[in-house]
């Protein structure tokens, strides 16, 4: 037993070898992702930042952004243009989470505030990782956006993957449970309950790159542990899905589709 033990360091080295592959740092984009939303909403960070100090954490963001992406891109990549296209799509985002904050505002009679939804709401943080993470992914990133989707996931229970395309003004309540597949297609002013469901109908590795997932058009409402699957499922603009309803089939914008369930009381 004790030549097996003294051998067995040597062992995993070859183990390691074998098994390595070029990845981010797991710890490094998480400290990215904190330093990011601290920039953009200092109210987590519990402080504001002067002009100079705004300017030299967007440099050394660039950069931290610079080294996470390196292990993953082929050789013949340029990191500069795309940490470039990254920082450009900023602003943007930014808009597009004032928005979001906006919607949970507007949504939720127990949100008080701006800062109360920024600080305290897990669909918005969920949100907010997924707006980076999507924004990595569609530049060809590997890795490094399904780390970001699975820390959202682990901290708030809701897994968006990072290709699932969502518009904007888009709201979470309570949210755990929350699944949004790959290929999933999200409209405008979108609302998504606790325990939701946007899958397949079936999973084969064959079907990787094809549309597995629904298209959920603007203005739907998805109450609680509902379930819609299929990639050629599309449930109309301004549709009402009910609680526990099972979806795989499409429904025509204006739909209400609801759940009845036998209850006896004895």
């Known amino acids: 037993?004790?030549?097996?033990?003294?051998?067995?360091?040597?062992?995993?080295?070859?183990?390691?070898?074998?098994?390595?592959?070029?990845?981010?740092?797991?710890?490094?984009?998480?400290?990215?992702?904190?330093?990011?939303?601290?920039?953009?909403?200092?109210?987590?960070?519990?402080q504001l930042f002067s002009?100079?100090?705004?300017?030299?954490?967007?440099?050394?963001?660039?950069?931290?952004?610079?080294?996470?992406?390196?292990?993953?891109?082929?050789p013949d990549t340029s990191r500069a243009e795309l940490v470039r296209q990254f920082f450009s799509a900023i602003p943007e985002l930014y808009l597009d989470l004032i928005d979001d904050a906006e919607m949970f505002n507007e949504s939720d009679p127990a949100a008080h505030s701006m800062e109360e939804i920024v600080l305290c709401y897990p669909g918005f943080y969920a949100i907010m990782v997924h707006r980076f993470a999507h924004a990595i992914h569609s530049l060809?990133?590997?890795?490094?956006?399904?780390?970001?989707?699975?820390?959202?996931h682990s901290r708030t229970g809701i897994d968006i993957h990072p290709g699932a395309q969502i518009g904007k003004h888009f709201y979470i309540d309570h949210g755990t449970g929350i699944?949004?597949?790959?290929?999933?297609?999200?409209?405008?002013?979108?609302?998504v309950y606790q325990g939701v469901t946007l899958g397949a109908t079936?999973?084969?590795?064959?079907?990787?790159?094809?549309?597995r997932h629904p298209t959920i058009e603007d203005d739907v409402i998805l109450y609680a542990g509902c379930t819609v699957l299929g990639g050629n499922t599309v449930i109309g603009a301004g549709s009402v899905i009910g609680g526990s309803v099972w979806l795989t089939e499409s429904v025509p914008a204006g739909t209400k589709v609801f759940h009845t369930p036998e209850i006896k009381i004895l």
């Open 179 to 191: 699944v949004i597949g790959e290929t999933c297609v999200i409209g405008e002013r979108v609302k």
């Open 1 to 46: 037993m004790e030549t097996t033990i003294s051998a067995f360091p040597r062992q995993l080295e070859c183990l390691h070898e074998r098994c390595y592959c070029d990845a981010p740092s797991k710890t490094g984009a998480v400290e990215f992702l904190g330093r990011l939303v601290a920039l953009l909403f200092p109210v987590t960070h519990g």
């Open 51 to 74: 002009l100079d100090e705004i300017e030299y954490r967007w440099r050394e963001l660039q950069l931290q952004f610079s080294r996470l992406i390196h292990p993953v891109l082929p």
């Open 202 to 211: 079936f999973v084969k590795k064959e079907l990787e790159g094809r549309k």
């Open 140 to 152: 060809g990133v590997p890795i490094l956006p399904r780390i970001l989707s699975e820390h959202a």
